[in-house]
């Protein structure tokens, strides 16, 4: 079954640090990945995605994700977090059964993010 | 453009009730999702529909249910209301297959 692992149910770093939050995934094929971020009373908000091709994607708000299959991981990344990126990040994978797509994303369980002035 | 629209914001119920939550997709998208977000239990799918159809439905009993409108729009309703259905309901838009989905701010449903 296809399932999304996200160790870190909560991170700290300080205001301009870097950041790694990662995930791990379950699928038997290739997989389609998504980042998406979570501010509080709101909805979820499209980082970047994975379909194919290059392995390291480019999301918004300099936010970046690299697809290691060797590793089964789509771990996000920045080089310097700022206060207003305080929020939790979700890991998606789109379901898929043999001949299509299931239609809907399988999430992990989220990692939440506070930054330290 | 406008994003995902859910109405209303809020909704309290009580027990047995019954709710209607309402969702207008992006323009141009075709397929509606549905989640609930509960505290402790993470994202979980609910229904999904495409042209009007319902595609697949997650582990839900059936008394969620729904339906998509000609305009693509969609309601979830939610019979029998139970405490356990406290929730923050998500609506996303795409379209289709695996493209990605764009979520709503989400309706808070508050059972009493």
């Known amino acids: 079954a296809q399932s999304v692992t996200q160790p870190d149910i909560h991170i700290t770093v300080s205001e301009g640090a870097s950041l790694e939050l990662r995930c791990n995934y379950s699928y038997g094929a290739t997989p389609y990945l998504f980042w998406y971020v979570q501010s509080p009373g709101q909805g979820l908000q499209l980082l970047l995605k994975y379909f194919s091709g290059d392995t390291l994607v480019q999301g918004i708000k300099g936010f970046e994700a690299e697809f290691k299959r060797s590793q089964s991981s789509f771990n996000l990344r920045k080089p310097s977090v700022h206060w207003s990126d305080a929020a939790e990040y979700f890991c998606?994978?789109?379901?898929?059964?043999?001949?299509?797509?299931?239609?809907?994303?399988?999430f992990g369980k989220g990692t939440k993010l506070s930054v330290k002035p | 453009e406008a994003g995902v629209t859910q109405s209303p914001t809020h909704l309290i119920k009580t027990r047995g009730q019954q709710a209607t939550l309402r969702c207008s997709p992006i323009s141009g998208h075709t397929s509606v999702y549905w989640y609930q977000q509960a505290l402790g239990l993470g994202l979980q799918f609910l229904l999904w529909?495409?042209?009007?159809?319902?595609?697949n439905r997650g582990n839900f009993p059936p008394r969620f249910s729904g339906r998509q409108f000609p305009n693509y729009s969609s309601e979830l309703n939610v019979n029998a209301l139970e405490l356990e259905d406290s929730a923050l309901y998500l609506c996303?838009?795409?379209?289709?297959?695996?493209?990605?989905?764009?979520f709503g701010d989400g309706t808070r449903l508050s059972i009493l």
């Open positions: 529909y495409d042209e009007g159809e319902e595609r």
């Open positions: 998606a994978v789109g379901a898929a059964r043999y001949g299509g797509s299931q239609g809907n994303l399988i």
């Open positions: 996303a838009s795409s379209l289709g297959g695996n493209q990605p989905q764009h």
